[in-house]
């Protein structure tokens, strides 16, 4: 089967506008990589009936009351954060699945950090389920085995979303393999990049930097401590065309790269520590850089606006860059100048740690694993709020936004609904019986979240 989808060049499909009204992402059903269409986190909902609009209110959780608002409700075996993916009628997830016992995961923060006792065997699994009845559809076995690298015990092992062009679907579980199926489930390729321990304290916390899809190539970043580099591959046969060593650049790293083509140049964007680097796409040479940020970097660039945002948050830094994507050279900002001629606008506290936030309309949004919601003026950087959740209200999913509104997933098992624009204003919290680690997709008018146990499907308002 051949999936034809609509290809809009980056940077286009944005409007400015100097009212709230949200500009939106192309009107699609499909959710293809990690944050969905462009990695944007936001569908257009233009055209689509009322009776399709998004659903702010429902109850997920028995155990609060009666369930309303669910299209259908399947449990997924094993543990991953892996988010869900979309491509016409079908839904693609990732899981580890250990071959005795239940495998841990810690919820809630405080605690050292240490390595989850998950080293035993496990399956690497590929789930495919009917996005209309979440009947499973199909499993493939990547992998059986022990794993090569530890994870965190917040982690899984399986922590990364698949992404998906034409009829070809690509999953890599780091230290366990690079594979290519078609969306029938028939493996095309596979490949084996070694170990990929991405380590701290002498632990490895676990792989999570999701591949990224441009035409015929996929885009794969390793920042194992150790030997961290960026590798590009041909989506065709899975031919590494070249490799680029990023020592003393960056030290570990968990974001997913961004691949931004304009009619100059087409760049592979990456988070990381203590450099976020621009590659050329065809080459590996490097375009940009800046300096700075938390060492920690976990939420994925993208664009809106035709600029790049980037942000991170850990070890006392918190920044929140906004690039343009004619930069060159060294265009780190400082206190003093937060804006050069690369940098639109910056600021040095703000960011977020685990979320990647997202662009809606005029506004940018970021959550945080300490329940905070932050609000900037995308295109100037004007603070409008900043607002807690709640307590207990980690904000680990990456945040998705349409029809007015903005969904913030929680470690607690709600999902926090708020009304887009520059007030605050909470609409709901929804309860939904487990912990949500991954960040949601939205088709069709409905929502689709992973918690720790099931894959949940919200139906549209009605």
Excluded at 385 to 398: F, V, W
Aim: charged share 20%; glycine share 10%; proline share 6%.
């Amino acid at each position: 089967m051949k999936l034809v989808r609509l290809q809009i060049m980056y940077g286009t499909w944005m409007c400015l506008t100097l009212s709230w009204a949200p500009a939106m992402a192309q009107n699609t059903s499909d959710w293809p990589s990690f944050r969905g269409p462009q990695g944007r986190g936001v569908v257009n909902m233009t055209g689509m009936a009322k009776k399709d609009k998004l659903r702010d209110q429902w109850n997920a959780d028995p155990d609060t009351g009666t369930l309303n608002g669910i299209l259908w409700k399947t449990n997924v075996p094993g543990l991953g954060h892996s988010s869900p993916v979309i491509a016409g009628n079908r839904i693609f997830v990732l899981t580890a699945i250990a071959s005795t016992g239940d495998a841990p995961l810690k919820v809630g923060g405080g605690g050292r950090p240490e390595a989850a006792d998950d080293n035993g065997e496990q399956r690497w699994i590929m789930l495919c389920y009917d996005k209309s009845t979440g009947k499973e559809l199909w499993r493939k076995v990547a992998r059986k085995g022990t794993p090569k690298a530890t994870r965190h015990a917040k982690a899984t092992h399986a922590n990364t979303s698949v992404a998906i062009e034409g009829d070809r679907l690509v999953a890599f579980f780091g230290s366990e393999g690079l594979y290519c199926y078609d969306l029938e489930g028939r493996l095309l390729w596979k490949r084996d990049l070694g170990v990929v321990d991405i380590s701290k304290y002498g632990i490895g916390w676990g792989y999570a930097s999701s591949p990224t899809i441009y035409q015929d190539r996929i885009a794969l970043i390793c920042d194992d401590p150790s030997n961290p580099y960026l590798a590009v591959l041909r989506l065709s046969d899975g031919h590494e065309l070249w490799r680029v060593s990023r020592t003393d650049v960056c030290e570990r790293n968990w974001s997913t790269p961004l691949i931004h083509a304009t009619a100059d140049r087409t760049q592979i964007v990456i988070n990381g520590w203590p450099w976020v680097v621009s590659y050329d796409l065809n080459s590996g040479a490097e375009l940009w850089r800046i300096k700075g940020g938390g060492d920690n970097p976990v939420p994925t660039p993208f664009v809106a606006n035709d600029w790049i945002y980037i942000t991170s948050s850990h070890g006392g830094q918190s920044p929140i860059y906004v690039v343009r994507p004619t930069a060159t050279g060294d265009i780190t900002p400082t206190k003093e100048q937060p804006s050069n001629e690369a940098i639109v606008w910056s600021t040095q506290r703000g960011g977020s740690y685990m979320s990647t936030p997202v662009v809606y309309g005029n506004y940018l949004y970021l959550g945080n694993s300490n329940g905070v919601v932050r609000c900037f003026e995308a295109q100037t950087g004007t603070k409008m709020y900043e607002k807690r959740l709640g307590s207990d209200a980690g904000i680990i999913a990456s945040l998705v936004a349409a029809d007015n509104k903005v969904y913030c997933a929680s470690e607690n098992g709600t999902v926090y609904v708020i009304a887009a624009g520059p007030e605050y204003r909470l609409l709901a919290e929804n309860p939904m019986g487990q912990p949500c680690f991954a960040s949601p997709a939205i088709s069709d008018g409905n929502l689709y979240f992973r918690t720790t146990t099931a894959l949940v499907a919200i139906e549209k308002s009605n």
